[in-house]
């Protein structure tokens, strides 16, 4: 078997690359150019935590999932929908509730630890599905630039999946990119901040616009995705640059439309940090339902013949009455965690 370098590219002739290059149009880039880029991920401005912001309190959420789907022709198919039991998310109720005529098995995924449900369906008919839970959440804020940079000289085997490309991250065709956008930075934190601002300015949020085949090369073309493209994006890009990545779902609150959100963390510092590219959901807001190398590991529903989702809807409750959102000041002055350290 031949060994795939996963480091930067040097100065050998890539092919296959002149098509990405021509979809994006870039345009020059600091190196390229010889000026000195400008930080604009944060760091530079914010290395000091504002006093004002504490150490968040756990948060305690209600969150709950209605789904409805066809059935024509007998069918198994898994649902990803669980709030995950883990360190920093503890479930103090949960209840799903299961229509007749479904076989049901709860199981979970031995390597990521994503629970999940199987059901086999052998009567045509609509099947509803109700599920809701009470969440508390603890998040980690940990100051920018305070973590010790790390590599894969010193990861542990848990975390090595998370550096080779995936279905939808296809991180070895995305070297020459990475390095030109970002190879000036110098620490991986700074790298990952820089890839979501890149990805958050690049790329539109357009609801309906991809499919389940849409990877993130595709995305990178295209200009265009929702949540889970946002996050194979930036997951492609941190890996090529030798930085663990990892898929996310979860429950977001205040997530406008409702739905199931898609985001991303990175290995850094013997800690997983979570990034959203799309901006549209707090860090202290999310509850966690499972991680993966991709959606291909934890995507909501996978059926194995022919179903239809007639109807689905998703809600979050926060039982605190004084909240307010991070702010992006303090979200540029800290690292957020959802497990403890």
Same mark, same amino acid.
């Given at each position: ?44 401005? @914010?290395?000091?935590?504002?006093? @004002? ?289």
């Amino acid at each position: 078997m031949r060994c795939r370098n996963l480091q930067f590219p040097s100065n050998r002739h890539y092919t296959a690359f002149g098509e990405i290059r021509r979809a994006l149009f870039l345009q020059r880039t600091p190196l390229q150019t010889g000026r000195k880029p400008a930080v604009t991920h944060g760091l530079g401005r @914010y290395l000091q935590p504002p006093h @004002y912001f504490p150490h968040p309190s756990p948060m305690n959420f209600i969150v709950s999932s209605l789904l409805e789907y066809e059935v024509t022709s007998p069918v198994t198919f898994l649902l990803s929908i669980r709030a995950r039991q883990a360190a920093g998310q503890i479930l103090t109720y949960e209840n799903l509730q299961i229509p007749g005529g479904l076989d049901h098995q709860i199981q979970t995924c031995t390597a990521t630890g994503t629970p999940f449900d199987r059901f086999h369906a052998s009567q045509p008919g609509l099947y509803e599905l109700r599920y809701e839970a009470h969440v508390q959440v603890q998040a980690d804020l940990i100051p920018a630039g305070s973590l010790t940079d790390s590599g894969p000289a010193v990861f542990e085997a848990p975390v090595l999946p998370y550096l080779y490309p995936s279905r939808y991250c296809q991180s070895d065709r995305l070297g020459r990119l990475a390095f030109d956008l970002f190879g000036y930075l110098n620490t991986p934190e700074e790298k990952v901040r820089a890839v979501v601002d890149w990805i958050s300015s690049r790329l539109t949020y357009v609801s309906g616009s991809t499919d389940t085949g849409t990877s993130a090369v595709d995305s990178l073309v295209e200009r265009a995705g929702v949540c889970r493209d946002f996050a194979h994006l930036g997951i492609a890009l941190c890996r090529a640059m030798n930085i663990p990545a990892r898929y996310f779902t979860g429950y977001a609150y205040e997530l406008n439309p409702p739905d199931f959100h898609a985001c991303f963390e990175t290995f850094i510092g013997g800690r997983w940090l979570f990034w959203d590219a799309t901006g549209l959901a707090s860090p202290d807001g999310i509850v966690r339902i499972g991680t993966g190398r991709d959606a291909s590991d934890c995507s909501v529903c996978t059926s194995f013949g022919s179903l239809l989702l007639k109807h689905q809807a998703v809600t979050v409750q926060l039982q605190e009455q004084h909240y307010q959102k991070m702010s992006m000041e303090q979200m540029r002055a800290y690292c957020i965690s959802l497990e403890p350290g």
